[in-house]
């Protein structure tokens, strides 16, 4: 089992930036697909991005809504996975988690039952 922790939400206005870490402990090994996702009042869970590293290649996914704004990276040797967020929207405003699964991700990634272990979140709110 792997313990996840998110860290760096908060409170921004429209166009600024925020970057959200996700420490990650335990059976880090079994990791191998790692996702954000977030959470509006009264939506459901959307997958926002993905990263699938290995030795050769890294694979990122993102949502249509967030691609050329957001970006992940992984630390392995921190056990850390981050989400840059850059020219923030209202809409962006949710609570944000990550996922660990212990697929490659591929067209999985944004199916919310293919991860096998959540952090508890933390929050992003983006005023207009």
């Known amino acids: 089992q792997v313990q996840l922790q998110e860290s760096g939400g908060g409170s921004v206005q429209a166009g600024g930036s925020l970057r959200l870490s996700c420490a990650a402990s335990?059976?880090?090994?079994?990791?191998?697909?790692m996702g954000w996702f977030r959470q509006a009042p009264g939506k459901e869970r959307e997958g926002v991005a993905s990263?699938?590293?290995?030795?050769?290649?890294?694979?990122?996914n993102y949502a249509d809504s967030v691609q050329g704004r957001f970006t992940i990276s992984l630390d392995n040797a921190k056990n850390t996975l981050y989400l840059q967020m850059n020219s923030l929207k209202p809409e962006d405003t949710a609570m944000y988690y990550c996922?660990?699964?212990?697929?490659?991700?591929?067209?999985?990634?944004?199916?919310?039952?293919?991860?096998?272990?959540w952090g508890q979140g933390t929050q992003v709110t983006v005023s207009s």
């Open positions: 996922a660990a699964a212990r697929g490659t991700c591929g067209d999985n990634w944004r199916l919310r039952a293919y991860y096998n272990d």
């Open positions: 335990g059976d880090t090994y079994n990791m191998l697909c």
């Open positions: 990263i699938y590293t290995s030795d050769i290649v890294t694979f990122r």
